[in-house]
């Protein structure tokens, strides 16, 4: 058994542990850890609390994936409900499709019983209204040009986007050799409404399968869309790359991508025979994870990689 997860885990990879060790699946054990997380008012990339777009709406993004039958959830721009992970496992579970956006979602959330609640904290809202000060703000409704207009002047708000946003990543193996991964996230502070990142793309941001392994990714999602990186990574582990290889290969297909930008790139990845590595191309990052005979997760550094 293991499970790994990016840095603000912690909060949850303890629960996470405790249903593989009680004998539950993957499956559970990653959405319970992701609901921590988003529950979580003190980490802005995630659930309640995380940072709004540029109107000052939470929009939250986020994808389940269960290894052993390939079958996905997703959730885009969810607004009002914070469990968007629990959302997306419904979606998985009770759909037919992979993917709800938006009021779609919001609706869906209603029908499952969730209560529609405010996600924007005080704190969140004061980063937010900082980062307009001096800037026009108008009633936008009807007039979505402005907006446009508003987001080219504020540029220098979203130029680093690994400072202003975060997800949570969750990967884990249970005894019966299943995988499942879970990603959840606010994504950019500032961003342009309805704004998509990789975290709800399945191959993007998030990927799963018992045969091979996992991988999920967070930082800059529009590089990770463009290279399908968290199926890159399993598609090398199918042609027999070790897990570290496959990772460094799957960010060697970044480079043309993110080259001579201020973006970043991390990942959480493992193979169907437990291994797990980390990998990102920030200076500094770390990663949590627990496997058979650790009494408690540790903390470890993720190996980085260069971009030039």
């Known amino acids: 058994m293991i499970v790994i997860a990016s840095s603000n885990g912690s909060v949850g990879i303890e629960a ?15 959405e319970a850890a992701t609901r921590l997380v ?31 039958s390939l079958r996905a959830g997703t959730v885009g721009a969810l607004r009002g409900y914070r469990a968007a992970i629990s959302v997306a496992r419904h979606i998985m579970d009770e759909l037919p499709h992979v993917m709800l956006v938006g009021e779609g979602a919001e609706r869906f959330a209603a029908e499952l019983g969730y209560q529609r609640e405010q996600l924007l904290t005080p704190a969140a ?3 937010w209204r900082a980062g307009i000060e001096g800037r026009e703000m108008i009633d936008w409704a009807g007039v979505p040009e402005l907006v446009t207009a508003l987001l080219r002047r504020s540029g220098g708000l979203t130029s680093d986007p690994e400072h202003v946003t ?12 299943r995988i ?26 998030n990927y799963a399968d018992d045969r091979y392994g996992a991988a999920a990714c967070t ?19 199918k042609l027999g790359y070790s897990l570290e290889d ?4 799957a960010f060697r297909d970044l480079v043309p991508i993110m080259r001579g ?28 994870y627990q496997a058979d005979g650790m009494a408690h997760y540790a903390e470890l550094p993720r190996a980085v990689f260069s971009l030039e």
């Open 246 to 249: 496959a990772c460094l290969e």
């Open 219 to 237: 930082g800059w999602g529009e590089a990770a869309i463009r290279a399908g990186t968290a199926r890159s990574v399993v598609l090398y582990l």
């Open 16 to 30: 996470a542990w405790e249903i593989l060790a009680q004998g539950g699946t993957a499956l559970d054990a990653v």
């Open 125 to 127: 809202e004061q980063t």
């Open 261 to 288: 930008t201020a973006n970043a790139m991390s990942m959480v990845a493992i193979d169907h025979q437990g291994h797990h590595y980390a990998l990102t191309t920030a200076e500094e990052r770390t990663y949590v």
């Open 166 to 177: 975060g997800t949570v990543n969750f990967l884990a193996q249970d005894r019966a050799g």
């Open 38 to 68: 988003e529950d979580n008012p003190e980490d802005h990339s995630v659930g309640y609390g995380g940072y709004p777009n540029l109107l000052g709406e939470v929009e939250l993004d986020a994808s389940i994936m269960d290894g052993t």
């Open 180 to 205: 499942a991964s879970a990603v959840s996230t606010s994504g950019w502070a500032w961003k342009y409404p309805g704004r998509l990142g990789d975290s709800p793309i399945i191959g993007a941001g």
